[in-house]
């Protein structure tokens, strides 16, 4: 199983950026995909989340900025970021809750590595 997040990178304040992360492995399914990060100093927190219904919870700190999505055939999670502001910059970090493969094992969560995202003032 693999969580392949991509799409950060460096960007000036007000700026957009969009995250990817695909999951793969012979999955059957997966409840809930989601964003955390991790700020230099500060403990990793959740950025936002999608249920495999489709309802999303977000840190206050982005809404109306960032919008999560899903592609469920594909076990993709989408992070468009928008008006990005310098205290964005983190590692963003893919989850995924309660995944369960084909095969019966199940992970109550799953994390993908890391990608950075640097927005300079």
């Known amino acids: 199983v693999q969580l392949q997040a991509s799409g950060g990178g460096l960007v000036q304040a007000g700026g957009s950026l969009r995250l990817s992360c695909a999951a793969s492995?012979?999955?059957?399914?997966?409840?809930?995909m989601g964003w955390y990060r991790r700020a230099p100093g500060k403990q990793r927190e959740l950025v936002a989340a999608?249920?495999?219904?489709?309802?999303?919870n977000y840190a206050d700190s982005v809404k109306g900025r960032f919008t999560i999505s899903r592609d469920g055939a594909k076990n993709t999670v989408y992070l468009q970021m928008n008006s990005l502001k310098p205290e964005d910059t983190a590692v963003y970090y893919c989850?995924?809750?309660?995944?369960?493969?084909?095969?019966?094992?199940?992970?109550?969560?799953?994390w993908g590595q890391g990608t950075e995202v640097t927005v300079s003032s």
């Open positions: 989850n995924a809750d309660r995944l369960e493969l084909y095969s019966g094992v199940e992970y109550s969560t799953y």
């Open positions: 492995g012979n999955i059957f399914r997966i409840n809930a």
């Open positions: 999608i249920t495999s219904g489709g309802s999303t």
